[in-house]
């Protein structure tokens, strides 16, 4: 269905009461819940790794935050769409499946998540919160992280937008497919760049360590890997569809 049926018929139940100001507080909890919850486990593995002498590793990490981000997409998505980083909020509003006006209070949200998740981590285990931040690896300069992180981001909103054309971010296959490539991108780029994907991941523990020297590679590269991703989806999927907008929006409201 196109823009333009979707206007012709008038907006139908779900979009009315997602329009509802009354109930964006929910919504926004859930967001930041999520990435409360996402940053916690992503970042807590890293400092339990160090602590523990390398009993989880970093690819039990990667794993570790897929599987988070799977089990948050299964039961928030109906609320939020469980977007849990900017560049997927952005990424929606770009396609036109969310609205503008809606971006700014996601990005506050998820801001509060992510940073109090870095925050707990310190009080937890002090200093080792820096185990958990993202910086190029060895022989990786800024740039080829820039660009590292470019690809990684726009497979990831190409996999995300690419589900939502003809499913549900709260579906089975969306929330399998975003943590799987969680997962199989942490694999074959965390020791280059971290597989961030996330400029709020990778700001979080920055501000807990008190260190922004590469912090600027974690927020130019989701937003032009963004951009890509939107591209791609407008060359193979052509207007944005009805089932992008529930999957960015969610539907909890429809039972409210």
Partial sequence: MTR??????GPDESEQQFADP????????SECLG???TTLVVVGAH????????????????VARGLVTMTATFYMGSVSG???N???TLGFAFRGNFPWKRVPGYLIAQLIGAVAAAFVIR????????EGATSPGSGISSWQAVGIEILLTAGLINTVLGTASSGRNMGTNAALAAGGYIILAGFWAGPATGASMNPFRSLAPD??????????????APLIGAAIGVGFEWLLKGPPRASGDVMAQGEEQKKA
Avoid at 24 to 29: G, H
Avoid at 47 to 62: N, R, Y
């Fill in 4 to 9: 333009r049926h979707k206007a012709q018929e």
């Fill in 86 to 88: 900017p560049a997927v």
């Fill in 22 to 29: 009354a109930r964006e507080w929910r919504r926004l909890v």
């Fill in 35 to 37: 990435t409360f919850l």
């Fill in 82 to 84: 469980a977007h849990l």
């Fill in 123 to 130: 009080a937890l285990f002090g200093n080792l919160v820096a």
């Fill in 207 to 220: 501000i807990a360590r008190g260190d922004f020297s590469t912090t600027w590679i974690y927020f130019l």
């Fill in 47 to 62: 400092a339990v790794g160090a602590q523990s002498g390398g009993k989880v590793s970093d690819q039990m990490a990667f």
